[in-house]
């Protein structure tokens, strides 16, 4: 892995890959939802939807076939920490991919017709969601988490918020939050570093200087979303805080969390699905930001059992925190190593991999110093950390279960 920083700030990282045949490139900015002002909850979406509709001389077709007319693909996506403008290509086209990447953020076309449009696509994107039980639950587990702040709302915003966003809101979001400084540009496969700095000081010469201001500390509130849609069947979460991504214990409350619903062979999975037929989707996650953490599990299950799965679930949570044994822990260290290593196996996964190590450590760090990181956690170490997650406030959002049997 190598990195340049260019005057600019924005920093140029990648990773060559001997023997591969093709080349990802990705623009990753260091600004998501999170960063929203309440009013225009839903801008960092809506912008990424809106720079494809023209940019940098090309109208929204035009670029769909600049890309394609290569074999290449140019997508995007918006999260509540940062947003990302990927490119895959072939090595001969690392160029385009440069060139097309720096134009959706530098040079968008953000015409007013094209906003009205795309401010109806994105309502239509808000119904479906609304209309998804598993979907909305999230929503208002965070929501929930974070009671009345920024992380806590929805990527997507809501109808009043999409409608107040205006052409010059858009163009504000972008000179505000894509500076250099808050840039990363990363590269993985077939291609040269040299050759990436270089692509990157012209093409993104224009690129805003100074600081971007982070956003608001994340404070866990706990809380709880009771049904917010009807539903034929029950879907139940529960939340709690967790590590951020530099903390000491980071690595025990990932290890705690696998172990106790990271897949077929976890507590929650064997307990609600295999011996008592409670759940046919259960499964437990941990989401790490750079200040704060969420450690929630999930399950799907009949209207009827919602009581006995909901209770089963802090059994085994609970339990998992006081008698977690050395093999679940091994199984779960085996599964994250393998997961990693196997998600760096293509171009896109190093790309995203260099990219998230730079967000979150501010510098490079080699697959195998995590790895290490992980092999050194002990079980007094899992235990303990899910015994801090677990004492502390909690929150809850539930879809279809009946009031007398919400827990």
């Known amino acids: 892995m190598r990195l340049t920083t260019l005057d600019s700030g924005l920093r140029v990282a990648s990773r060559e890959m001997v023997g591969f045949s093709t080349a990802a490139v990705g623009l990753y900015a260091d600004s998501g939802s999170r960063s929203e002002p309440a009013a225009i909850n839903g801008i960092a979406h809506l912008f990424e939807h809106m720079v494809f509709k023209g940019a940098g001389g090309r109208s929204a077709r035009e670029l769909s076939e600049a890309i394609e007319d290569v074999g290449g693909e140019l997508n995007a996506c918006t999260e509540r920490d940062g947003t990302s403008f990927t490119a895959s290509v072939m090595p001969e086209h690392v160029g385009l991919a440069v060139e097309m990447i720096s134009d959706l953020i530098l040079r968008p076309h953000l015409a007013e017709d094209d906003l009205t449009r795309e401010k109806d696509v994105v309502l239509q994107e808000l119904g479906e969601a609304e209309d998804t039980p598993n979907d909305i639950i999230f929503d208002d587990l965070w929501s929930a988490s974070f009671e009345g702040q920024a992380i806590g709302r929805s990527i997507l915003g809501d109808t009043a918020s999409i409608a107040r966003i205006t052409r010059g809101d858009l163009e504000a979001w972008r000179t505000g939050q894509y500076r250099g400084s808050n840039l990363i540009l990363v590269g993985a496969g077939k291609l040269e570093h040299d050759a990436l700095v270089a692509l990157a000081e012209t093409h993104f010469a224009e690129v805003g ?12 509130t706990g809380g709880s979303r009771l049904g917010r849609a009807p539903s034929e069947q029950a879907y139940l979460t529960i939340a709690f805080e967790a590590p ?69 679930i802090e059994e085994v949570i609970h339990a998992a925190a006081k008698d977690a044994t050395q093999r679940e822990l091994d199984r779960a260290k085996t599964q994250a190593r393998a997961a990693l290593l196997m998600s760096l196996e293509t171009p896109w996964g190093q790309a995203s991999y260099v990219a998230r190590q730079l967000a979150v450590h501010g510098r490079l760090v080699e697959p195998a110093e995590l790895v290490a990181g992980l092999d050194a956690v002990t079980l007094d170490e899992v235990r303990a950390a899910g015994a801090k997650m677990i004492a502390g406030p909690r929150a809850r959002a539930t879809i279809g279960v009946p009031a007398v049997r919400a827990a």
């Open 209 to 220: 200087i100074g600081e971007v201001a982070p956003p608001d500390p994340a404070r866990f």
């Open 244 to 312: 951020h991504a530099r903390a000491p214990d980071y690595f025990a409350a990932r290890l705690f969390c696998d172990l106790v619903g990271g897949g077929m062979s976890s507590r929650l999975f064997q307990a609600l699905r295999e011996d008592r037929g409670l759940a046919y989707s259960i499964y437990s996650t941990l989401h790490p930001f750079a200040d704060t953490g969420l450690f929630y599990t999930y399950a799907a299950t009949a209207k009827r059992q919602s009581g006995p799965a909901a209770q089963l």
